[in-house]
């Protein structure tokens, strides 16, 4: 059974940056796609960005450019460095390996 545990949301102004870690726990980890998703009240679940067991990252339109998604094998963790936030970036975020989500950290972006 994989656990996804999400940490690093918070409050931030405008123009701001946070980065959001989630770790994994299980002895697979190198061998999966990983996902950042969002949801914000009353909106649907929406990818953000996706990253290949190969490296390979995916972005949605509108956090192109801003946001970079990044994996540790090593440490079993997949980070979303996110930057020029913005109050529309406001949801919570849930990482998502294989079947396996995180349980969400809320991301505010407001002044």
């Known amino acids: 059974q994989v656990q996804l545990v999400e940490s690093g949301g918070g409050l931030v102004q405008p123009g701001g940056s946070l980065t959001l870690s989630c770790a994994a726990s299980g002895s697979i980890f190198d061998i999966y796609a990983l996902a950042w998703y969002r949801q914000a009240p009353g909106k649907e679940r929406e990818l953000v960005a996706r990253?290949?067991?190969?490296?390979?990252?995916d972005y949605v339109d509108s956090v192109q450019g801003r946001f970079t998604i990044s994996r540790d094998n090593n440490k079993k963790t997949v980070y979303l460095q996110m930057n020029s936030l913005k109050p529309e970036d406001t949801a919570v975020y849930y990482c998502?390996?294989?079947?396996?989500w995180g349980q969400g950290t809320q991301v505010t972006v407001s002044s």
């Open positions: 990253i290949s067991s190969g490296y390979r990252t």
């Open positions: 998502q390996m294989a079947r396996s």
